[in-house]
């Protein structure tokens, strides 16, 4: 929804990771969407494909830390 920033590829899970302005989402290779997810606000900021988690920052500076199988919040 509305901006792309970048859609991204973690290797060490195989997943397709989509980057927008509003929802950080999982794709599969077929393009279909498993799961997305939205912030408080825009994110802005940097997306980072960690090990266990996919790491989105927000326009407000808020972490928020997504399990690659269901896009859930992962507590830390």
């Known amino acids: 929804m509305a ?3 970048g859609i991204h590829w ?15 989402s999982r ?6 969407i498993i799961w997305r997810t939205s912030g408080a606000d ?3 900021e940097s997306v980072r494909l960690l ?3 996919v790491e989105a920052i927000d326009f407000n500076k808020s972490v928020y830390r997504l399990d690659y199988v269901t896009g859930g919040l992962v507590a830390i």
Do not use: K, M, N
């Not at 973690?10 to 950080?24: D, F, P, T, V």
């Not at 794709?27 to 279909?32: A, H, K, M």
């Open 10 to 24: 973690a290797e060490h899970q195989r997943a397709l990771i989509s980057h927008g302005e509003l929802e950080i």
């Open 27 to 32: 794709l599969s290779t077929d393009g279909s």
């Open 51 to 53: 090990t266990d988690y």
């Open 3 to 5: 901006t792309c920033f």
């Open 42 to 44: 825009i994110f802005s």
